[in-house]
């Protein structure tokens, strides 16, 4: 068994306390441990499902669905790649614009998931979309940056640095191939329709988002 963990970028200094990226973690965090205690209930409660939503019922769950989680699993390995791409991107914004950015990026990854499948009653649940938007806007923002990465197959374990173009390039294929996961789960209703759309979004308006003057690696970020 065999993955690739992205760790965070290499190729620039962090110029502000990444808050907004923080902030959503812990929210992230909070709302688990909530399900924990919910159960079912609570999932159905707030998770978004398709089939409501087209009738109008339940639109407040678009944006509480971004913060529920399928698993252990599926909530670390979503703010992990949060944590991985978020801070450079709060930088290159400010975190005002960042969580607006954010929250915008899963709200239309939701509604393209709904759309998708309109008569789902399998609950839509997850950060991924927006998490997709983060890494969309990276993509389009910082292509040549270093993403330090943890690469593992079996026991065998190492460090490695990987162009974003090629990480994120990569990862966004597999979606659109193998209605893949930012996290690798396959859990609810959170689908490669989210994932695609998120990212989409994220590449497309970023500019709307970005500071007038993005911070930019120094000459001599690559690690040696």
Known sequence: MGGLIPLGDVSRRRVHFPIATVVII????????????????????????PAYIRSGNGLITLITSMF??????????NMIFLWAFGPAMEDAMNPFSFSVFYLLGGLIAMFAQVAASPGSYVPTLGASGA????????????????????FFFFLFIRI?????????????LMQL???GAVANVQHGGVAYMAH???????ALTVKLFRRKQPTFAPPNAWPR
């Open 26 to 49: 812990v929210l992230n965090l909070l709302v688990w441990f909530l399900e924990l205690q919910g159960g079912d209930t609570f999932v159905y409660q707030w998770a978004a499902v």
């Open 68 to 77: 529920l989680h399928g698993s252990w699993s599926h909530i670390l390995g």
């Open 131 to 150: 998490i997709a938007a983060v890494m969309g806007a990276f993509l389009v923002t910082y292509p040549r940056d270093r993403i330090r990465s943890l």
């Open 160 to 172: 490695t640095y990987i162009p974003a173009i090629l990480l994120i390039g990569f990862w966004f």
């Open 177 to 179: 191939v193998n209605v």
């Open 196 to 202: 695609v759309s998120g990212f989409l979004f994220g």
